[in-house]
């Protein structure tokens, strides 16, 4: 048994709108084995996971998958239920499982999961993968073997997920349907889209000042710039070794703190001091996090944070220092333990609270009270295992917010100003917080940036206050961050109306981003080439900080590879479904494709609008999947689905007698002239008045005007620069060169209809089939491209995909030989480039050569070379033409 593969699909895919790991297992050796020809392998997997018995599987009620394995199931299928219940040990929801066969190879299963953690899903199957080793091994697994793996598990699972803090901010964010991306392991999220994106990390924005940023982490800094300012703030020096330390303490006269000069979350912080010794020892703790250490003046009060966003005081927090009870017989080290067992305690910041951490600071200040960790307090004896008051080293705060005095209030917003944050924690030591700070000994003792909220999002005591919610209105105040999505899918045409519908969305001065199978594009200007039609794609365009609408073209291969790459569509653009790429990812019929490709209509908002051609019925059927808003689209002269939505009052494209309608029940616009439509041809090439009719549907969903729609389709060329690639003429040496990507029997069909219109030419169309492709594809364009031209010139991609040199090239030919075509007129010329060079210089005057290719690239320099060579004959004709002419 072997693991191939395992990755993680974050956007919504073919197999659940949730992510899910998908994992390739080859069973091998294990490959026909069931569960019911294993001995007593049962029983020792449900000893080691009991709770197996509450799986319904497919059965639909509890104890379905015990019956499964009684009656004996496939490992594969084992193997994906062992996972979801580590998780679920784990305290993971795993709603979806699924394992399938795989047709490329026997022995190949694929393994599909939901997840709430990532790595803990990843780290949970390879888990799942070594339990069930063991048991395949006639091991008895006990049960202390399970719990050892779900508690390293957990870790995985605490170790990557988000805190508290950071998932109130997205929990506000979904509220609000304000699209969230994690850009990093850490807490660094994007806050909407494109041009109205925002960034946050913990509780930092991006208008988070770095200077400010750089002033608080610096505490000497902080506290001189606050005195300067008229802040109350404690004396204090900063020393680099004990005596000066004990100097120090000398010179301030009384108790004393000792901490690190750039220390975080209390740590190493020591309080209280009133002796040399105690001086010495704190020092020597605050060096292990930084050479340089504050010695300050101890102010004796309570501890309080208040939280200042945006100018204003949002929420304050009494800060209580960790503490036990005493129950008369248990040790102070036992009543850590016990309290630690709180279920709202995490080892960081992923709960409410944080363990209480038995570090050198809690002896020291047990020592202060002549106490170990061996001592047994009184029962009701409370007992304060550190001064310092920090959440991050187990402390509790109770919400003190509506009793601030106005004043207290005041003077936490300017210290906030002073060091230039505008979201903050300031930290200050007073009695009462009901009474005006000019009224009792105060000071600010610290100004953070990036303030934990746990305090106030859950306090132990008082009123919660809904922190993430008020950090989300300071960085986005009205809307939801969203741009305009505009996803386009389909077998055929998808270039085509992708181009088409962002040269619409330009053309009214709009910042367009759009991916193509030609590249990244913004604004127009290409940003990275290639074939860019995954979710990879999808995001760079969704985190440019220009774009105003993203317009997005998505392949079957991104869909099934990783999902999608945006949350959901406002325009989703279905153009076509017909055979291709079959035999891949499971794909192996046409309603494999269109259940892929109807992903794109599903993953909408009821306000959303769905494209769908009306002419296709695999695409028809995809209106009753979707819950956005259905416009239909047809080339035929009377669709009877068209009928019918026009009849429910619904929004249809059609074409009658000659004119491009839009029409939403009994209104209707004209929008112009099939004719009139460059990338048309005079109406000839259907598959682009298809596809502009798609384009069109798609701009008045955005809300385009019937006006601005025409001047755009009318602008839009066959050419290289409106649509690279798709249908481009040249004439060259007489000859009518057609360049286009066809790839498929539908696509290459279509050229062929469009050019037969043309009477009296000669067809020649160089072709190929890519090498992935399965046998019964390459047939068929054989057959498709044997009828529809007079002549073939058969080349092979560069890019064999796993199949021999002339191997495709022999198919084809063997085909269309088969159906009638006549051996002479089929050439084999195996590379792109000298195929293209070829039939140009076969090709009489007037013939109409096709050029089916792969890399555009050296055709269109080839098709260069040869226009700036009859540039130069023309205008400096050979010799033999001068004499001829001069006679």
């Not at 917010?401 to 930290?427: E, F, M, R, S």
Request: proline fraction near 3%; glycine fraction near 10%; aromatic fraction near 6%.
């Amino acid at each position: 048994m072997e693991i191939r593969q395992v990755q993680a699909i974050e956007g919504a895919n073919v197999y659940s709108y949730r992510p899910v790991i998908r994992a390739i297992v080859d069973l091998q050796e294990w490959t026909d084995v069931t569960t019911d020809t294993l001995g007593d392998f049962n029983r020792r997997l449900v000893d080691c996971l009991p709770t197996l018995a509450e799986h319904h599987c497919a059965r639909g009620r509890v104890g379905g998958f015990l019956e499964r394995l009684r009656e004996g199931t496939l490992l594969g299928h084992t193997l994906e239920h062992m996972t979801i219940e580590l998780l679920t040990l784990a305290g993971q929801h795993i709603p979806y499982g699924k394992t399938m066969a795989l047709p490329e190879q026997k022995g190949l299963y694929e393994i599909i999961f939901n997840y709430d953690s990532q790595e803990g899903a990843m780290e949970a199957f390879k888990r799942a993968y070594d339990l069930l080793h063991e048991l395949l091994a006639g091991k008895a697994v006990g049960p202390s073997r399970v719990t050892a793996m779900v508690t390293a598990l957990n870790k995985v699972i605490v170790n990557n997920s988000l805190g508290v803090s950071t998932k109130s901010i997205i929990e506000a964010c979904r509220e609000r349907g304000i699209p969230v991306q994690r850009l990093s392991g850490g807490s660094l999220l994007q806050l909407g889209y494109g041009r109205y994106q925002r960034r946050l990390q913990a509780a930092m924005t991006d208008h988070t000042s770095c200077i400010g940023v750089d002033i608080a982490c610096d505490k000497v800094l902080t506290k001189k710039l606050l005195s300067e300012s008229g802040v109350p703030v404690p004396y204090g020096r900063v020393v680099e070794s004990e005596d000066e330390a004990v100097e120090a303490f000398h010179s301030l006269r009384g108790k004393v703190v000792v901490k690190p000069y750039n220390g975080n979350q209390g740590k190493g912080v020591s309080l209280r001091l009133k002796n040399e010794a105690e001086v010495r020892s704190a020092f020597k703790l605050a060096q292990n996090y930084g050479q340089e250490v504050i010695v300050e003046k101890y102010i004796s009060g309570r501890n309080y944070r208040l939280l200042v966003i945006g100018e204003k005081l949002v929420a304050a927090a009494e800060r209580i220092p960790a503490y036990v009870t005493g129950d008369g017989m248990s040790t102070i080290e036992e009543l850590v333990e016990r309290a630690n067992q709180d279920p709202e305690r995490g080892d960081d910041h992923e709960k409410a609270l944080t363990k209480i951490k038995l570090d050198p600071v809690v002896h020291l200040t047990l020592a202060q009270k002549k106490l170990t960790l061996a001592s047994v307090p009184r029962t009701g004896e409370v007992v304060y295992l550190r001064d310092s008051a920090n959440l991050s080293t187990g402390g509790f705060a109770q919400d003190v917010t509506p009793i601030v005095h106005p004043d207290n209030a005041d003077l936490a917003v300017y210290a906030a100003k002073i060091i230039g944050l505008d979201v903050a924690g300031v930290d200050l030591v007073l009695e009462d917080i009901e009474k005006s700070y000019r009224e009792q000994r105060c000071k600010i003792i610290e100004v953070n940036a990036a303030p934990g909220i746990r305090m106030h999002q859950f306090p132990t005591l008082g009123q919660a206050r809904d922190i993430g919610k008020l950090i989300v209105e300071q960085v986005m105040p009205a809307g939801n961050g969203r741009i305009p999505i505009v996803a386009i899918t389909g077998t055929n045409g998808k270039t085509t109306t992708t181009r088409l519908i962002g040269k619409m969305l330009l053309d009214q001065e709009l910042a367009v981003g759009m991916t193509t199978t030609d590249g990244i594009f913004v604004r127009g200007k290409l940003l990275l080439n290639g074939d860019t039609t995954g979710p990879e794609s999808t995001r760079i365009i969704l985190r440019h900080p220009d774009v105003q609408v993203a317009v997005l073209e998505t392949a079957r291969g991104g869909i099934l590879r990783s999902g999608l790459g945006y949350d959901y569509a406002d325009v989703a653009v279905i153009t076509n479904v017909s055979a291709d790429h079959l035999g891949q990812y499971g794909v192996e019929t046409v309603e494999d494709v269109a259940h892929v490709k109807s992903l794109v209509a599903e993953v909408v908002k009821p306000h959303s609008y769905v494209v769908l051609n009306a002419d296709d019925p695999y695409v028809v059927h995809m209106a009753r999947r979707t819950q956005g808003k259905v416009i239909y689209f047809s080339g035929e002269k009377d669709n009877i689905h068209i009928r019918k939505h026009l009849a429910r009052g619904g929004v249809a494209i059609f074409v009658r007698r000659g004119l491009i309608l839009m029409c939403q029940g009994s209104r209707e616009y004209k929008i112009c002239s099939v004719r009139q439509i460059p990338i048309t041809w005079e109406g000839k090439a259907r598959h682009n008045v298809q596809n502009a009719l798609a384009a069109v549907a798609a701009g008045w969903a955005l809300g385009l005007s019937a006006d601005a729609i025409r001047e755009s389709l009318l602008s839009f060329a066959s050419d290289d620069k409106d649509n690279r690639g798709r249908l481009n003429f040249y004439r060259l040496g007489g000859v009518e060169v057609v360049v286009d990507y066809g790839h498929n029997p539908k696509g290459i069909e279509e050229i062929a209809h469009t050019l037969k219109k043309f009477k009296g030419r000669s067809l020649v169309g160089c072709i190929t089939v890519p090498g992935d492709r399965p046998d019964q594809t390459i047939r068929e364009v054989a057959r498709v491209a044997a009828k529809g031209f007079n002549r073939l010139i058969i080349r092979e991609d560069k890019d064999l995909r796993g199949r021999h040199q002339g191997e495709i090239a022999r198919i084809l030919y063997e085909e269309a030989v088969a159906v009638g075509m006549d051996p002479k007129k089929i050439t084999v010329v195996l590379n792109e480039r000298e195929a293209f060079c070829y039939g140009l210089d076969t090709c009489l005057p007037g013939d109409i050569f096709v050029m089916f290719y792969e890399h555009l690239d050296p055709i269109e320099a080839e098709i260069k070379l040869r226009l700036e060579r009859e540039c130069a004959e023309s205008e400096f004709p050979s010799a033999e033409k001068a004499v001829g002419a001069g006679t």
